[in-house]
């Protein structure tokens, strides 16, 4: 909702402006047609041509997300801290065996199904019970481990920052195809040059409206989807941060609370839930 109020905003300023002045909005209207034809059509074959087909795969599934809110919300990670609590709680008063069956089979676990929101995320569990595994086999140390996941979490960064640098790409080519729209229409006016002036004038103008809709779908349209889609990213990453260093805390021995506290720490401020909204949450859990 919010990006469809934001493009409102900036098409009724543009175009509201141009009115104001005095255009005449049918001019653009009549062009809009075959100049997209040539600037649409010209940067998706190119986007087609840069991009491997499981970007372009990413980007077909993760435009559609931009249009929702985000779902890493304050309830989400309270959740989320919860259901850490608890596991590191069960390893800690019954040993870390006691957790192995939560871990090979999360799906069916009493602990993770207390938490529906985290237990659907599929990316998030695997995450979770790939290094639960890991500390409860006991073959790799706390630094092992955290380069493991920092090595992950880059992985992680880096694909799912792949369609946001290919929509970026495709942002800036847009303003150079609107140019050869421009030029294609000025070359279709320089053979007409024995037409009345009228009519080599709306030409022209029809030519123009080329360079303006590349620079416009570039700017307002493109690159402000691009630069939404990174800070999704981000979120995301952020998420597996927060697992990374609750689990660190408690392999360095930490006790399940201030392991969790650890990982608190790391969320961004607008989504942190304080001290006492976690430890609430969590006593009302396990109530």
Do not use: W
Not at 89 to 97: N, V
Not at 199 to 207: C, E
Not at 232 to 249: F, G, N, P, R, Y
């Amino acid at each position: 909702m919010v990006v469809l109020i934001g493009y409102a905003i900036a098409f009724g300023c543009i175009f509201g402006a141009y009115i104001i002045h005095g255009g005449n909005i049918q001019v653009i209207l009549h062009a809009i047609p075959t100049e997209m034809m040539a600037i649409a059509g010209g940067s998706l074959g190119a986007f087609v041509v840069t991009n491997q087909p499981r970007v372009l795969k990413a980007t077909v599934a993760a435009l559609p997300k931009l249009l929702k809110a985000s779902k890493y919300t304050k309830a989400r990670y309270m959740e989320m801290m919860a259901l850490l609590y608890d596991i590191l709680q069960k390893a800690r008063k019954e040993g870390l065996m006691a957790i192995e069956n939560d871990v090979e089979s999360p799906h069916e676990s009493p602990l993770f199904q207390k938490y529906p929101t985290i237990g659907a995320d599929h990316h998030v569990v695997e995450f979770m019970t790939d290094y639960l595994r890991m500390m409860v086999s006991g073959n790799l140390n706390a630094h092992e481990i955290e380069s493991l996941m920092d090595n992950e979490i880059e992985t992680h960064h880096a694909e799912a920052h792949a369609p946001a640098a290919a929509i970026q790409r495709l942002a800036g080519a847009l303003p150079a195809f609107g140019i050869v729209a421009a030029v294609l229409g000025v070359v279709n006016t320089m053979g007409s040059v024995g037409q009345p002036p009228a009519i080599l004038g709306a030409m022209i103008g029809s030519a123009l409206v080329g360079t303006f809709l590349g620079i416009l779908l570039a700017y307002a349209v493109v690159e402000p989807l691009a630069g939404l889609m990174e800070q999704k990213v981000d979120e995301s990453s952020k998420e597996l941060q927060c697992i990374k260093v609750t689990l660190l805390a408690s392999m360095q021995g930490y006790a399940p609370q201030v392991a969790v506290e650890f990982g608190r720490k790391v969320l961004y401020s607008t989504e942190r839930p304080t001290f006492n909204e976690l430890e609430s949450h969590v006593k009302g859990k396990k109530a």
